[in-house]
């Protein structure tokens, strides 16, 4: 089934967005899609070259809506070749944009690790890039920052870029792996684990950005 890493699922789904990996039944199985609804039913989507990702093996993917480029995405900091024309970011809306989940349907639940997400309300890239495993730091425009860091107890997902959209974690734990620094990431089961980081965080955003290790689903 869809194997979400951030998705806004909305019925009717005109304010919809997501980066969500696709089910075989779609003709797309396995390709990792970046998608945005605008006020329409008509969803803007691309997606990403390979269909095959190592269980264990981290990866960076950042997408990008710029203001007269359209639609983009980067897998390990190299643009994929589906593009699209759209340079509406995500709307404004009064539903929840979740981490690791496809609005809490069953089979629809991320299974692996996630770091160092950041949205951004400017096209941070436009070409090839080194990603920096090191934590990403907050700018002027960072919308929301998870280091996912912090009391392993703790059910907040503290925003790090001071704007306080801070989420809520739901079964997803912390734990001491990541990239190349000793600190957390946080891990989700693929059964019921996900992230909310409320209604206000994505409105704007141009760039969706995270370190991502599947596991077995």
Not at 17 to 44: A, D, E, I, K, R
Not at 151 to 173: C, E, H, M, R, Y
């Amino acid at each position: 089934s869809y194997y979400p890493l951030i998705v806004r699922d909305e019925t009717p789904n005109n304010k919809e967005f997501g980066l969500t990996f696709m089910p075989n039944f779609t003709g797309f199985g396995g390709q990792l899609l970046f998608y945005v609804h605008n006020n329409s039913t008509t969803s803007f989507r691309i997606y990403s070259n390979s269909n095959t990702w190592n269980s264990g093996q981290w990866y960076h993917v950042a997408a990008v809506v710029h203001p007269t480029q359209g639609m983009m995405l980067f897998i390990d900091g190299v643009k994929q070749n589906s593009v699209s024309n759209n340079t509406i970011s995500p709307l404004q809306s009064t539903t929840n944009t979740n981490v690791g989940t496809f609005g809490n349907v069953n089979n629809r639940y991320f299974n692996g690790k996630i770091d160092n997400l950041r949205l951004s309300n400017t096209a941070v890239y436009t070409s090839n890039f080194t990603p920096s495993c090191s934590l990403l730091s907050s700018n002027n425009s960072t919308i929301g920052l998870y280091k996912f860091d912090g009391n392993s107890n703790s059910p907040i997902a503290i925003d790090s870029s001071g704007n306080l959209n801070n989420g809520v974690i739901f079964g997803s734990t912390r734990i001491s792996e990541s990239l190349c620094e000793p600190f957390n990431c946080i891990s989700f089961d693929g059964v019921n684990d996900y992230i909310n980081l409320g209604s206000t965080v994505a409105t704007g955003a141009r760039t969706i950005e995270m370190w991502f290790n599947p596991g077995l689903n």
